[in-house]
């Protein structure tokens, strides 16, 4: 009892006299400044500044890349960003319904009808989500478009100086497909030459994933493969029409062309966009602009935008195979009979 009423009498004159528990009793006056240079000390010391998701480096708002949320979240996609995801996904759920409908008045075979009638439920079922549920995975894309936007639409760019090539080629006289089956000594697609063979969505799947994932693998070699596949791509399509628009007409050539190419093109200018980025984000990192070349959230984000346009490239697919034939045979048949009577037969663009 009584070395309790001492320790309390101790507890009390400590408080009372200026006194504090430490490796040594000394004046509070001393003690508090002493704390205060220690405190300071500790936040010194304990103070890390641990790279976010993208937040490049400490250097400061001037070298930040503008694409950068501090917050790790990636860029802010803007206000309107999931409502215009969700009108997106409708409008593509609504395209591919409509294209197994196509497909499947046109077709015998239901397998491509199945095909892509599954896609458009993908789409649609993200819908509900991103409305009423985890809106993480539309908000994921929103920040992956904003934060791949500039590059995407460079990569638009090239294609578009490369249509300007192709076309200026042609008017000089240079035939892309007939030079480059010449170098070959062979037709540059062989198996179109069999009757039995057919277009199928598989076919342009197979094909067109091809360039997709080399524009993405481009990064590696600096962008080059990535901008070298745009502007290839860019060339034959600027010189076949310069080939056989005046043959056909330019309205054949946008039939031939617009129903599959708006999401061919927008899946392969999305990978390109992806490579471009990558090379952009390790020289950020090179440079020191940059913590991380790539960190958890960026990743996921990227890998979900990436999926998305591949899916956006396998619907391109299944309308180029099942769609845009049926249209150029119904818009333009007696035009096709009269130039096959001349020239022999007109293929698709």
């Known amino acids: 009892m009584n070395g309790d009423g001492e320790d309390r009498a101790d507890d009390g ?9 430490g490796p040594e009793r000394k004046p509070a006056s001393e003690s508090r400044a002493e704390r205060s240079r220690d405190s300071d000390d500790a936040e010194r ?14 250097s400061g708002p001037p070298e930040r890349d503008p694409g950068v949320d501090p917050t790790g979240t990636g860029p802010d996609p803007g206000p309107n960003a999931v ?14 319904f409509a294209t197994g409908a196509f497909a499947y008045g046109t077709q015998d075979d239901l397998a491509p009808v199945v095909g892509v009638v599954s896609l458009g439920v993908v789409f649609a079922a993200l819908v509900p989500i991103a409305l009423y549920g985890d809106r993480r995975l539309v908000e994921a894309l929103a920040a992956a478009w904003a934060e791949h936007r500039r590059y995407t639409w460079f990569a638009a760019g090239l294609f578009g100086v490369g249509i300007v090539f192709g076309v200026l080629l042609m008017l000089a006289g240079i035939n892309l497909l007939e030079l480059i089956a010449e170098l070959l000594e062979e037709e540059l697609f062989p198996e179109l030459e069999d009757e039995e063979f057919e277009l199928t969505a598989t076919f342009f799947i197979v094909n067109n994933t091809q360039p997709f994932v080399l524009s993405i693998a481009g990064a590696l070699s600096l962008g080059l493969l990535t901008a070298f596949i745009m502007m290839f791509n860019g060339i034959v399509v600027g010189n076949v029409t310069a080939a056989i628009g005046g043959v056909v007409g330019i309205d054949y050539i946008v039939v031939g062309l617009a129903p599959h190419g708006v999401f061919e093109l927008a899946a392969l200018f999305i990978a390109s966009g992806v ?17 991380a070349f790539l960190t958890k959230p960026y990743v996921l984000r990227t890998v979900a935008f990436v999926v998305f346009a591949w899916l956006l490239l396998v619907l391109a697919a299944f309308v180029e195979a099942y ?8 818009l333009f048949a007696d035009r096709l009979e009269g130039l096959e009577e001349v020239d022999g037969p ?4």
């Not at 400590?14 to 504090?20: L, N, S, W």
């Not at 007109?346 to 663009?349: C, G, I, N, S, Y």
Request: glycine content about 10%; cysteine-free; overall charge negative.
């Open 346 to 349: 007109v293929t698709e663009p």
């Open 45 to 58: 010391r304990i103070t890390v500044d641990l790279p976010d998701d993208d937040s490049g480096s400490a």
């Open 83 to 96: 409502r215009n995801w969700t009108v997106l996904l409708i409008a593509l759920a609504l395209s591919s």
């Open 275 to 291: 490579g471009f980025r990558l090379l952009y984000r390790f020289g950020e990192r090179v440079l020191g602009r940059r913590d």
């Open 323 to 330: 769609v845009t034939p049926e249209l150029l045979e119904l």
């Open 13 to 21: 004159e400590d408080r009372e006299g200026g006194f504090v528990f």
